[in-house]
């Protein structure tokens, strides 16, 4: 069912993810409003969008997402939202309240707005960092929603993406003013690429600082299945439009679901050396040092880092959770996003990797140039 006529709000609409789902919302859907929240607001996003905006109303509002009574500005009269907004972080950099202030406080009062003012449906972008890999690393092969998993979270990202997933599934069927009921569910994607993809970026950055090279920090068989944001946004308009459907609205309505597509399994490493040896880079062969030698060198940083805290604040480039994350295997499958979704991969690995190889050109200029002037 298409969500013609409706009004629906994008959190995080000028993000990686946020910014390439309002455009398919807008190529896709007969939509009467799209309402899109960030803390600010890029003009050249909103020009990039006119040539397929349509007769669809493209409204901005700039404002943070703790801020309850912009919230329900935002969420009067819509009737879907997409929470994409999220603070992301996996090397300590941002601190425990200000991940947690944006991303389980931010969601908690937009679900609270969203009740107060009638919306239908919340669909709720989460991570498979909610899952793990956890500090033992035990591995998944080809894993699904009922796969049993023993989860400790050390990253502070992860347990705030956590908890707030949690929010917004305890919020399924909850009574609105008119009567009607919330209906909420949460996707989980794996680690996801594409052009504009700030990590593959930074990898590429490291590339040309170590001469074409790629630092290899994943072992081989560590295979991971990342997934191309533009079959993510996909899956996001494919459950917005299952939960309008009253048939599939009480089948998805308090689920989560696991998104990838058909890029081959591979580890990080070798991923990102995917994407970028059409540009001439290499990669190492095998990790500088040994896995063990790391771990302790990763344990020593951290070490150092709570020593220095009082006076300093140090962040170390890898510490032990990351370093876990890079090298064990966790693929997940997507079918039963497909099977109450509907959803199917759109681009396949050959268009999804060109895509981002091109990206990656384009910008390559600009990034050698910052290298040589350090």
Known sequence: MSLTGEVCVVTGACGFLGGKLVKLLLEEENLAEIRMLDRCIRPELIESLED????????????????????KKVCKGASVIFHTASLIDVTGVITYSELYGVNVKGTKLLLEACIQQNVASFI???????????????????????????SYLKFRYSQTKKEA?????????EILPNGGRLATCSLRP???????????????RDGIQNGDVL????????????????????????????????QTRAVVGGNFYYISDDTPPVSYSDFNHAVL??????IQERPFLPFPILYLICFLMEAVQVILRPFLHFTPPLNRQLLIMLNTPFTFSYQKAHRDLGYTPRYNWLYSRKRTTDWLASVLPRERQKVNLK
Not at 125 to 149: A, F, H, K, L, Q
């Open 215 to 246: 630092l290899r920090t994943s072992r081989q068989n560590a295979k991971v299945n990342p997934v191309y944001v533009g079959n993510v946004t996909l899956a996001h308009l494919q459950a917005a439009r299952a939960l309008r459907e009253p």
């Open 52 to 71: 397929c905006q349509g007769a669809t109303k493209l409204s901005t509002f700039e404002g943070d997402i703790r801020d309850s009574e912009l919230l």
């Open 277 to 282: 040896v059409p540009l001439g880079f290499g």
């Open 124 to 150: 709720y972008t989460s991570s498979i960092e909610v899952v793990g890999p956890n500090n033992r690393g035990d591995p998944v092969i080809n894993g699904n929603e009922d796969t049993v998993y023993y």
């Open 165 to 173: 997933e949690k929010l917004c599934l305890s919020a399924q069927g």
């Open 190 to 204: 794996m680690y996801i690429y594409g052009e504009g993809c700030r990590f593959t970026l930074g990898h590429m």
